[in-house]
């Protein structure tokens, strides 16, 4: 079993910034990801970023140069860096353990941006 917390949201203006950040706490294997996803209400779950255990990241093309995201691997957390924010980035932003075969949830965290 594994608990994922996130946190770090908020309310914040257009081209601010905010961190979120993801913790995994539990039985952890040698190899998963932490994945981030964002989800407005009415519209599809949408992929973000992730990091693999590994150290390997990726951020979702569309996003690349606003957002970036790091793993603390002694900490297995994980941090979503997002820049120049837009009122088109307000979700909440859910947070995945994936090792592979199951698959974890946090419960979510609201990130507001507007004027």
């Known amino acids: 079993q594994v608990h994922v917390v996130e946190s770090g949201g908020g309310l914040v203006q257009p081209g601010g910034s905010l961190r979120l950040s993801c913790t995994a706490s539990?039985?952890?294997?040698?190899?998963?990801?932490i994945d981030w996803y964002r989800q407005v209400p009415g519209q599809q779950r949408e992929y973000v970023a992730r990091?693999?255990?590994?150290?390997?990241?990726d951020v979702v093309y569309s996003l690349k140069g606003r957002f970036t995201i790091t793993l603390d691997s002694a900490r297995n957390t994980n941090y979503l860096q997002m820049n120049n924010l837009e009122p088109a980035d307000t979700a909440v932003y859910l947070c995945?353990?994936?090792?592979?075969?199951?698959?974890?949830w946090g419960q979510g965290t609201q990130v507001t941006v507007s004027s």
């Open positions: 995945r353990f994936w090792d592979g075969g199951e698959e974890y």
């Open positions: 539990g039985r952890i294997p040698s190899h998963y990801s």
């Open positions: 990091t693999f255990g590994s150290g390997t990241t």
